[in-house]
């Protein structure tokens, strides 16, 4: 079974800009996390979504955004890129039932200059 | 969500048996316990859970005592690969997924 695959790895954008971050859930699994991570910090939850539609979100402001697909792969969009906005942006996709574990990508490094 | 307390950092030996304690005073009667490793520029990794008492798998157990108050992942004989960051979290059903991460135990294994 494939697992959850992110892109790009790595990624350096201007402040201001915008940026696309994908992301390939697990075979099987239909919800799809996302979480900032800062240098020495815990994961942040971004928001999550099951079938295409977003269940619940954290505290982001709204130039994050998100889309899920009928595959259920996503996509996260942030606008009027900050410099706090580097981080390690990590996927996670779950059965999205119970209390199944989630299972993580290796996240995208972005850097905003 | 239930908030966790976990010491910031462990030393131990290669060989030795590491337990990480993890504190969860306000868990809710339906959240399960999850314990996540991360190890540098990697994803966190799913590791174990439980309800209460014991659990097993090829890799640790977690000790959960009748409170449901505390918890510990216990990790037995560990070596250098087990270096990593360690993660408790506390949620149910309807959070799955919405998980509120702390700064974790940063569990440092030395020759």
């Known amino acids: 079974e494939t697992g959850v695959t992110q892109s790009p790895t790595h990624l350096i954008k201007t402040r201001g800009q915008q940026v696309t971050l994908r992301c390939s859930s697990q075979?099987?699994?239909?919800?799809v996390s996302w979480y900032q991570q800062a240098l020495g910090q815990g994961p942040q939850f971004i928001f999550q979504y099951y079938r295409e539609e977003e269940n619940g979100r954290g505290n982001f402001p709204p130039r994050f955004s998100g889309l899920q697909f009928p595959n259920y792969s996503s996509e996260l969009n942030v606008n009027a890129l900050e410099l706090d906005d580097s981080a390690l942006y990590l996927c996670?996709?779950?059965?999205?039932?119970?209390?199944?574990?989630?299972?993580f990508g290796n996240g995208t490094r972005l850097t905003v200059t | 969500l239930a908030k966790t307390t976990q010491p910031i950092s462990m030393d131990s030996y290669e060989g030795q048996e590491v337990n990480i304690t993890c504190s969860h005073n306000?868990?809710?009667?339906?959240?399960?316990i999850t314990w996540y490793q991360q190890f540098p520029s990697q994803g966190p990794r799913f590791i174990i859970q439980?309800?209460?008492t014991k659990v097993t798998n090829e890799v640790a157990s977690l000790f959960i005592p009748a409170d449901r108050k505390s918890s510990t992942l216990s990790l037995p004989r560990v070596s250098l690969s087990d270096t990593a960051v360690y993660y408790c979290?506390?949620?149910?059903?309807?959070?799955?997924?919405?998980?509120?991460f702390g700064q974790g135990t940063t569990l440092q294994v030395k020759p």
């Open positions: 075979s099987g699994h239909n919800t």
């Open positions: 979290l506390v949620a149910g059903s309807s959070n799955t997924g919405k998980l509120i």
């Open positions: 306000n868990i809710a009667t339906n959240d399960y």
């Open positions: 996670a996709s779950s059965l999205g039932e119970g209390n199944s574990p989630l299972h």
């Open positions: 439980g309800y209460k």
